[in-house]
């Protein structure tokens, strides 16, 4: 499915943009979570990296036939610190994301009937509001100078939806069955 509008593309370019900063960026905190004695926060910030790969993928695809350079804005956290300060980057981030760019992406390709953008989108937003909650449950820990009580994560590999201690039978967001989910314990 092309995408026919330039502001679907460049929102999807941006998006893109974003989740494969974030993706990196929790790759780097989930090392420091480590050196913290922090290992379940740093598995965490692992797992959803892979989802905010996920997403960076689902982006991706959906622009494979705008090919081109492209000069890309898009929202990031920069820094590394304490664990506990990395977490309220980390919060910051998916706050933003749920509150304002999705939301107005979202609209956007809805509005411009742009079918593979809206689904990229709407399985973006729905794991980055469960990230939020994720992230703030690490950062109660992390204040204390302690590590988060943690099972195993889930993250679906199509459309990165995140479950803590047992992957469902299928995915609520996308439908696709258990297997699909990467585990991280």
């Known amino acids: 499915m092309a995408v026919n509008n330039d502001m679907t593309a460049d929102f999807l370019r941006s998006a893109y943009g974003g989740e ?8 780097i905190w989930g090392d420091i979570a480590d050196k913290e004695n922090m290992p379940n926060i740093g598995r965490l910030f692992r797992a959803i990296a892979y989802a905010e790969w996920a997403h960076a993928d689902n982006h991706f695809r959906v622009l494979k036939e705008r090919v081109g350079d ?8 920069f820094g590394a610190g304490k664990t506990a300060d990395n977490l309220e980057g980390a919060i910051g981030g998916e706050l933003h994301e749920v509150e304002q760019m999705y939301p107005v992406y979202l609209e956007t390709a809805r509005y411009q009937e742009e079918k593979g953008a809206e689904k990229a989108f709407h399985y973006a937003l729905e794991a980055e509001k469960i990230h939020v909650k994720l992230f ?38 996308c ?9 991280f314990e």
């Open 20 to 27: 494969s900063m974030a993706h990196m960026r929790y790759l």
């Open 70 to 77: 492209y000069s890309v804005t898009a929202g990031g956290v």
């Open 136 to 173: 703030q449950k690490a950062q109660e820990a992390a204040k204390q100078g302690k590590d988060m009580e943690l099972g195993p994560v889930y993250i679906c590999a199509v459309c990165g939806h995140t479950v803590t201690d047992n992957a469902p039978d299928a995915c609520p967001i």
């Open 175 to 183: 439908g696709v069955k258990k297997e699909m989910f990467k585990a």
